[in-house]
T-cell receptor
Framework: GAVVSQHPSRVICKSGTSVKIECRSL??????MFWYRQFPKQSLMLMAT?????????EQGVEKDKFLINHASLTLSTLTVTSAHPEDSSFYIC???????????FGEGSRLTVL | GIQVEQSPPDLILQEGANSTLRCNFS?????LQWFHQNPWGQLINLFY???GTKQNGRLSATTVATERYSLLYISSSQTTDSGVYFC??????????FGTGTRLTVIP
């Protein structure tokens, strides 16, 4: 299957700092990537749709100034959690949509802990 | 958005047993994927199955789009099958809608 790589897998930061998470599609070009958030023992919640070369589309209730998304190339999307607070602690997962069938492939996820 | 219900929410199996996981969805779909989330959080693609039946080793899946459900069959379960299984259908929009998942525990 296709490969999507996410980095870092774990990050611990102090409250007030910003954290950047990268999502790369390694063996295909992805014009569309998605960012999800998952709380313990819950399902995945779509945060935003990232489109290459244009602004991201955020789901209702997701603060775009808090969660900055940049999709500068066909293989890379980044999520920056700005001025992180403990309530931002969560598991963040990205996915990339492969052309043709539109099948989604997921990164390994990034566990963020804000102290 | 589309409503997705998965059942059962939790399932405990003895190693070697078979099981069927069900996914009901509320609207017409043009795509459906099944994923296995392992204990480390990684989502593994199992099937891309908007309709029909597919098999991959001990796993198979069937989607009956006209009746708005999909089934995932696990045969001869192994401890490594443990984790959460998600069904994720898609309508005309770009994103998948995730169900609540079935948490499977396979005991030796």
């Amino acid at each position: 299957g296709a490969v999507v790589s996410q980095h870092p897998s774990r990050v611990i930061c102090k409250s007030g700092t910003s954290v950047k998470i990268e999502c790369r599609s390694l063996d295909f070009q992805a014009t569309t990537m998605f960012w999800y958030r998952q709380f313990p023992k819950q399902s995945l919640m779509l945060m935003a749709t990232s489109n290459e070369g244009s602004k991201a589309t955020y789901e209702q209730g997701v603060e775009k100034d808090k969660f900055l998304i940049n999709h500068a190339s066909l293989t890379l999307s980044t999520l920056t959690v700005t001025s992180a607070h403990p309530e931002d602690s969560s598991f963040y997962i990205c996915s990339a949509r492969r052309g043709g069938t539109g099948e989604l492939f997921f990164g390994e996820g990034s566990r963020l802990t804000v102290l | 958005g589309i409503q997705v219900e998965q059942s059962p929410p939790d399932l405990i199996l003895q190693e070697g047993a078979n099981s069927t996981l069900r996914c009901n969805f509320s609207d017409s779909v043009n795509n459906l994927q099944w994923f296995h989330q392992n204990p480390w959080g990684q989502l593994i693609n199992l099937f891309y199955i908007p309709s029909g039946t597919k098999q991959n080793g001990r796993l198979s899946a069937t989607t009956v789009a006209t009746e708005r459900y999909s089934l995932l069959y696990i045969s001869s379960s192994q401890t490594t099958d443990s984790g959460v299984y998600f069904c994720a259908p898609k309508t005309g929009a770009n994103n998948l809608f995730f169900g609540t998942g079935t948490r499977l525990t396979v005991i030796p």
